[in-house]
């Protein structure tokens, strides 16, 4: 069965799941196994690097609570809060905060632990890695059941922050009774799981929250292993080591998904494939980043490598994303990439050369799109060496402005605000960007604080066709994310690509 990228984004997570095979009994799963394709190298949601990589973030969510709950349609619904807004001015924001909850320790969650989170976020001295968000709130108070906040800086999309990346709430007794070094051993949330085994590297094990305040969930066990590799992923549900996994190769999901005992889901997720160019070395040259963008053929790495499961994209934001401009397209023009070569000197006889940097298994055909773009660029003159290495070094690189002068990356943005996709992406102060050209960051300052939503909209639109029409970033395609499972399990799919195991029941 194969469907068409618009038929794709066009159905619900429900209509995509496909079912194939007798099913197995709910009963035979006990423990649910869950093949995973990135470690954990933190249990602090809010801090270091790896509290920015959206493909953990379901593990973080399913131990701790964010303020605000996402729901699978990526709609904010109350969660912890059950309530929030601005006074009348914008001078000030508060919250209500949910009463009754209990930390995995058995003791009571409070508005202060809410308080301490918010004023924990704002200091520069805890290293978290959007300080420069939560910082636009100052002067955290507790009023009865209620947290107030002064506005330091307006920043009109704070609370979508809320249920978007380090957006956490963690226990302040406990936390400041162990350190965070005992934190890291024993952590505790609100979560609807437990943490009850973690070996690094390795898995982590997960018993239910029997008191959690939004259902208990249905598996008590949950085993999550890390499994890096794509092939290693297959083998784990194939062989049925594993109930779940995700992100393995699109053909290898249409076999699975076919197989006796086995069934999948496929539908679009937030996240986008890009490439990002430094403004390092040969990158400082408009003539060379803009062949390396009109030499690459998006549409066709799509429907070679990936099935046909994608969307090609011109701008950072996706047809979902508030500031879509379907306006704004940057052709596929081999030729025209050979004529920007050849006014800076460079043919496919004396070809400009770069390091490009990539993962390999931690998205489907991640490794393989590259070396299809590095073929399409040498037939224009770019000569790019493939440098391979983990996510989590990839991050290290960016927070450092260390990367090459081309690095691939898939950027997730389940908020669908230009902000935090264009915005953190683009914006040379950013430790999310590495692009630091002063024409671009004068275009997007004004943004940040933009009060006016059709104006502050409008406003992303025009930066992002800047950055087109200057070839400052590389966006490649929108993704649609594969989910194998055994037919004893029921998987609700999240579109931020969170995988979620306490949405996830016996069928």
Do not use: C
């Amino acid at each position: 069965m194969k469907l068409s990228r618009r038929s794709i984004l066009k159905m619900s997570a429900a209509s995509v799941a496909l079912t194939f095979a007798k099913p197995v009994l709910a009963q035979a799963i006990d423990e649910l196994v869950i093949a995973y394709n990135v470690n954990l190298p933190s249990w602090d949601p809010t801090v270091g690097p790896s509290a920015v990589n959206p493909t953990i973030q379901g593990l973080y969510q399913s131990v701790f609570d964010q303020f605000i709950l996402q729901q699978p349609d990526l709609s904010p619904a109350p969660g912890l809060l059950t309530d929030w807004g601005w006074n009348e001015d914008n001078t000030q924001v508060w919250m209500e905060v949910r009463e009754g909850v209990k930390w995995h320790d058995g003791s009571d969650f409070t508005a202060e632990d809410v308080r301490w989170s918010l004023a924990r976020a704002a200091d520069e001295a805890t290293g978290n890695p959007i300080q420069f968000v939560w910082g636009t709130l100052a002067n955290h108070r507790v009023e009865g059941n209620r947290v107030i906040a002064d506005v330091a800086q307006f920043d009109p999309t704070i609370f979508k922050w809320m249920y978007f990346l380090t957006g956490y709430v963690l226990p302040k007794d406990y936390y400041e009774r162990v350190g965070a070094d005992g934190f890291e051993a024993a952590p505790i949330g609100t979560g609807p799981y437990m943490v009850e085994q973690y070996e690094r590297n390795a898995f982590v094990r997960l018993k239910a929250n029997p008191d959690y305040w939004n259902g208990v969930p249905e598996f008590e066990t949950v085993t999550i292993r890390f499994v890096t590799d794509a092939a290693s992923r297959v083998a784990e549900v194939e062989s049925g080591n594993s109930h779940v996994t995700l992100e393995v190769p699109y053909e290898e999901y249409d076999r699975l998904s076919a197989r006796a005992g086995l069934t999948g889901t496929h539908a679009p997720i937030s996240d986008i494939a890009m490439i990002f160019f430094n403004d390092i070395d040969v990158m400082l040259d408009e003539n060379v980043r803009k062949a390396a963008v009109h030499a690459v053929d998006k549409q066709l790495i799509i429907d070679r490598l990936l099935s046909g499961y994608g969307v090609a994209l011109h701008t950072l934001e996706t047809p979902e994303y508030l500031a879509f401009d379907p306006t704004i397209e940057v052709a596929y023009d081999p030729d025209l990439a050979r004529e920007l070569l050849a006014a800076s000197g460079y043919s496919p006889e004396n070809p400009v050369r770069f390091t490009i940097q990539t993962t390999r298994g931690y998205k489907p055909k991640d490794y393989e799109m590259i070396q299809a773009i590095v073929g399409m660029w040498r037939r224009v003159g770019i000569e790019a060496e493939i440098e391979v290495y983990e996510i989590a070094r990839h991050f290290e690189l960016r927070a450092a402005d260390e990367l090459a002068p081309a690095a691939f990356y898939n950027w997730g943005n389940s908020v669908g605000d230009p902000t935090t996709s264009t915005g953190f992406a683009m914006f040379g102060p950013s430790p999310h960007s590495v692009w630091d050209s002063e024409d671009l960051i004068e275009k997007i300052v004004p943004l940040w604080g933009e009060a006016d939503e059709e104006v502050r909209i409008q406003g992303w639109k025009d930066v992002s066709r800047y950055i087109a029409e200057n070839a400052y970033v590389l966006p490649l395609l929108q993704y649609v994310q594969p989910i194998v499972h055994a037919e004893g399990v029921r998987v609700t799919p999240h579109a931020s690509g969170s995988l979620l195991p306490h949405l996830m029941t016996r069928a």
